[in-house]
């Protein structure tokens, strides 16, 4: 997705919707002990292992709305809004790590990002050994996450839009 064509506001929109994912999830508060929990189980800082979620959600999203541009799409936010959640919970365990790596910027505007981009990057080019057990892991767990909300919600086959709407009543985004 090339960014001079709304790339980068895909991105930004992405990673905006990545980090609500877990706080929308966490409406029983259980959810985020139990994670944070397993999180410590296998070595991942529970900070740390949650913004790795969200930049995997953000870089799924990003490489599903990719698709759709290949396929005649425009490159907009509102094609990543017309995107069905579960075509992201779906490349989120389907696809090898390089095409959700397609979904990452070359840069990130902010550093914080950035280093989670990196980290994210890191572990992804790891074959075998704990680095590539923690990103199984994590996309089982994003997975999880995905479908534990398409399941609570009232539309049939809900979309980031509806993703967008649901973070915009929590009071997650203006």
């Known amino acids: 997705m090339d960014p001079g064509s709304g790339g980068d506001a ?9 980090q609500c994912i877990l706080p929308l999830v966490d409406q029983e508060s259980w959810r985020q002990s139990r994670r944070h929990d ?8 529970s900070e740390r292992g949650e913004k790795l979620l969200a930049i995997f959600a953000s870089a799924a999203m990003r490489a599903v709305t990719s ?3 290949a396929d005649g799409r425009t490159a907009s936010v509102e ?9 992201v919970a779906h490349a989120v365990v389907s696809r090898r790590d390089y095409e959700i790596l397609a979904g990452l910027p070359d840069r990130c505007a902010d550093s914080a990002g950035g280093e989670t981009v990196a980290a994210f990057r890191l572990l992804s080019y790891q074959v075998g050994g704990q680095g590539s ?9 994003l997975h999880r996450a995905l479908v534990t909300l398409t399941e609570r919600s009232r ?3 809900p979309t980031c839009g509806d993703l967008h709407k649901w973070a ?3 009071g997650l985004v203006q």
Do not use: H, K, M
Not at 10 to 18: A, D, H, K, P, Y
Not at 38 to 45: K, L, N, P, V, Y
Not at 79 to 84: C, G, H, I, K, V
């Open 10 to 18: 895909v991105w930004r929109e992405c990673v905006l919707l990545g």
């Open 38 to 45: 397993s999180f410590r189980e296998r070595g991942i800082d």
């Open 168 to 170: 915009t009543r929590a």
């Open 155 to 157: 539309q049939p086959f």
């Open 67 to 69: 698709d759709a541009v």
């Open 133 to 141: 057990r923690w990103l199984f892991y994590l996309g089982r767990e």
């Open 79 to 87: 094609t990543l809004y017309a995107t069905p959640l579960s075509d």
